[in-house]
T-cell receptor, first 113, second 117 residues
Framework: GESVGLHLPTLSVQEGDNSIINCAYS??????FIWYKQESGKGPQFIID?????DKRQGQRVTVLLNKTVKHLSLQIAATQPGDSAVYFC????????????FGAGTILRVKS | EAEVAQSPRYKITEKSQAVAFWCDPI?????LYWYRQILGQGPELLVQ????????DSQLPKDRFSAERLKGVDSTLKIQPAELGDSAMYLC???????????????FGPGTRLLVL
């Protein structure tokens, strides 16, 4: 399943499928990006980050892709599990605002068993 | 694993009352952040400290909100008087403190859920 960005805030996928969560960031000067996972009633949890000198970075079951040309960021989760159900936020580091992290509105990921 | 601690986890208060939230960052983290998160939205920065100094409080409603980090370690965020619109999750985060040079990862605490009646 694939979301088309923050305009569709809920993504439902079947357990075991791959998930792709998209994010359109606003500032072409942003040089650092982070994906956070937030479960209900908890604070955001760091998942993976990427700097603007990279196009791709891989972690355990997660991959972040950065397309600076169109200011687009995506998070890919392989073999999605029920424990992946949460809200996912992308955040961009705005250097001209004192390296402030600015968060997007989030995408809800629901994993169906 | 080191974590950011926050208390209380939940707070219910009546409007016009005073409330205070406490945060203890990860040991050794020089930068501390307070965010407000309205349900269904991403966190929004209220105030950022570098050690004991405020480096950004441009989004802090200073007529009713105050924040301090007197010894450069733990921090308190206060609201007085609380208003209905202050109902939200208040998140504290910390980072090593190299953000002046590079963007860096912020680690969040569990948050304080505030309900103003």
């Amino acid at each position: 399943g694939e979301s088309v960005g923050l305009h569709l805030p809920t993504l439902s996928v079947q357990e075991g499928d791959n998930s792709i969560i998209n994010c359109a960031y606003s500032n072409s000067a942003s040089d650092y990006f982070i994906w956070y996972k937030q479960e209900s009633g908890k604070g955001p949890q760091f998942i993976i980050d990427i700097r603007s000198n990279m196009d791709k970075r891989q972690g355990q079951r997660v991959t972040v892709l950065l397309n600076k040309t169109v200011k687009h960021l995506s998070l890919q989760i392989a073999a999605t599990q029920p424990g992946d159900s949460a809200v996912y936020f992308c955040a961009e580091n705005m250097r001209e605002y004192g390296n402030k992290l600015v968060f997007g509105a989030g995408t809800i990921l629901r994993v169906k068993s | 694993e080191a974590e950011v601690a926050q208390s209380p986890r939940y707070k219910i208060t009546e409007k016009s009352q005073a409330v205070a939230f406490w945060c203890d960052p990860i040991s050794g983290h020089a930068t501390l952040y307070w965010y407000r998160q309205i349900l269904g939205q991403g966190p929004e920065l209220l105030v950022q400290f570098q050690d004991e100094s405020v480096v950004d409080d441009s989004q802090l409603p200073k007529d009713r909100f105050s924040a301090e980090r007197l010894k450069g370690v733990d921090s308190t965020l206060k609201i007085q008087p609380a208003e209905l619109g202050d109902s939200a999750m208040y998140l504290c985060a910390s980072s090593l403190g190299l953000a002046a040079i590079l963007g860096e990862t912020q680690y969040f605490g569990p948050g304080t859920r505030l309900l103003v009646l």
